[in-house]
């Protein structure tokens, strides 16, 4: 294909409620979106940078400055358009992964769309549904915590992730597993939180029958975390630290994790995101799909790459609900605890125009 230009759209989205992490509190999710026209098909893809750096060093003004700045120019200049090259293509540029990610999601989608072959196929997908978790964020009190739980329960969402940090661990952990019982699948998240000085609080939370305990070190103590889970008898999982599929292999290797939690966008996209799988599939790893409150169009594609066969862990793919009042694609609604994976080429869904229009802050238009 022929690259003609790429559109790059600054939208924002009003979450249903505020969803507080131990980095911070989001109410309005600020995202890119990437249009990629060539040979007159077009291909969407979404970054997940947040709007400011506290996940991780990305964020968004950062996303579009690199986007258009370097990872569409040098794109527009590297010869013909195909996804599998877009990652070689963008090499020379360091970090970016989410931008990266989401240009070469976008072209993915358009060559795939070209085809009409949906992303789920090339993926490599065994099933036409995935079992959907809910990521529930910290909140002011306890009975509060157990009516959000409650409420997502009766929405049929088949595990629970709570969000903790010093302060709020230990003690929620406890109130959800006594009031729901033994059978509820629950694991916790810290991102990043925690300090190995902390191996005895968390250590506390043994007791409870965890699934995992997600990122509780910083994203470069790797060793940490192997030192933590010599320490704790509940899995450790790594989100943040899992970079790209070598950073998995040695992760792996080096003890750290016995879970891996997969995010196209951390680790530089789609493609990146099947090598984790397959790596992690290869030392027997369990993995799961992260979210990051994507709108419709990411979670299209995470839906396609939680359909492979590694994926035996319910993932942070929930319906458009939990988010949005409004999604900018038709919503994604859990059935039976489960969403279907689009079956239609590409990501199988399409941004809705008024929708989109609605949502959207700023456009701009790079020709190749
Ligand atoms: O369901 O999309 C979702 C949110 C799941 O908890 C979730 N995501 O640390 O994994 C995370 C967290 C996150 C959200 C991280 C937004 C960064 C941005």
């Known amino acids: 294909m022929k690259l003609e230009g790429v559109e790059l759209r600054r939208i924002a989205m009003p979450l249903v409620s505020p ?4 980095f911070g509190t989001t109410t309005v999710r600020e995202a890119v979106l990437v249009r990629v026209v060539a040979d007159g098909a077009e291909g969407w893809g979404e970054c997940v940078a947040m709007a400011d750096p506290l996940y991780s060093s990305e964020y968004a003004d950062a996303a579009t400055q690199v986007l258009g700045r370097f990872l569409v120019p040098a794109l527009a200049a590297s010869g013909p358009l195909k ?7 963008l090499a020379a540029f360091q970090g970016h992964r ?3 990610a989401a240009l070469e999601t976008a072209v993915l989608d358009a060559e795939l769309r070209a085809q009409g072959r949906p992303l789920a196929d090339e993926l490599g997908a065994v099933r036409d549904r995935v079992p959907c978790g809910v990521s529930v964020g910290i909140m002011d009190s ?3 915590l157990l009516d959000a739980v409650e409420e997502y329960l009766d929405a049929g969402y088949v595990r629970i992730k709570l969000k903790i940090e010093p302060g709020w661990d230990v003690e929620p952990v406890a109130a959800v597993r006594e009031r729901f019982g ?3 699948a629950l694991q916790v998240d810290a991102n990043a939180a925690y300090t190995l000085a902390d ?3 968390l250590a506390r939370l043994d007791a409870f029958g965890l699934l995992l305990i997600e990122q509780p070190l910083p994203e470069e103590d790797v060793l940490g975390h192997a030192a933590l889970a010599r320490r704790i008898s509940t899995p450790v999982c790594l989100d943040e630290s899992i970079t790209s599929a070598r950073a998995a292999a040695d992760a792996i ?3 750290a994790c016995a879970i891996v939690n997969v995010k196209p966008g951390r680790v530089g996209g789609y493609l990146e995101a099947r090598r984790v799988h397959d790596v992690c599939a290869a030392h027997g790893v369990p993995v799961w799909c992260g979210g990051m409150l994507e709108t419709g169009i990411g979670r299209a594609a ?3 790459l939680a359909a492979l066969p590694g994926f035996t862990l319910p993932g942070d793919t929930s319906g458009s609900d939990r988010y949005y009042r409004t999604d900018i694609t038709e919503p994604f609604v859990v059935r039976d605890g489960h969403l279907d994976v689009p079956a239609g080429p590409g990501t199988g869904v399409d941004p809705l125009a008024g929708e989109l229009a609605q949502v959207t802050r700023s456009t701009q238009w790079l020709p190749a």
């Open 98 to 100: 989410m931008a990266k």
């Open 253 to 255: 290797t080096l003890g």
């Open 19 to 22: 969803f507080r992490t131990s």
């Open 199 to 201: 191996a005895p609080r």
């Open 182 to 184: 033994d059978a509820l």
């Open 142 to 144: 306890v009975p509060e």
């Open 302 to 304: 995470n839906l396609a």
């Open 83 to 89: 996804a599998h090259r877009v990652a070689p293509a």
